[in-house]
């Protein structure tokens, strides 16, 4: 069984960084797996931010473009979150996803595993 573990959140002033962690267990596919972090702010709907597919490449949010920077270890299993010059907008509990075959990376229903999440609180 998959299962996904986030740490790193906390709260931080505005134009401060903080790097979110997600560690991978129960799966030997390290190298056929696609992730993602997905956030979801109080009274906002769940947004995708960030992911990477099985090759490296990565996608971004168009709100996170040039602050966030999203990487793995495939060795240690680990996920991360670099996130930089935050801002009160990105509050929000924010989750890493897990996915065999993911098609388009900001469709939740594209992953099979999710995390509890982790976070996040930006304050003015």
């Known amino acids: 069984q998959v299962q996904l573990v986030e740490s790193g959140g906390g709260s931080v002033q505005a134009g401060g960084s903080l790097r979110l962690s997600c560690v991978v267990t129960?799966?030997?596919?390290?190298?056929?797996?696609?992730l993602g972090w997905f956030r979801h702010g109080s009274g906002k709907e769940r947004e995708a931010v960030a992911a990477?597919?099985?090759?490296?490449?990565?996608s971004y949010a168009d709100s996170v473009k040039g602050r966030f920077s999203i990487s793995k270890d495939n060795a240690k299993n680990i996920l991360y979150l670099q996130m930089d010059s935050l801002s009160p907008e990105d509050t929000a509990l924010y989750y890493c996803a897990f996915g065999y075959n993911v098609r388009w990376w900001s469709r939740p229903d594209e992953y099979n595993y999710w995390g509890q999440g982790t976070q996040v609180t930006v304050s003015s």
């Open positions: 990477i597919d099985k090759s490296g490449t990565t």
């Open positions: 129960g799966d030997n596919s390290r190298y056929r797996r696609d």
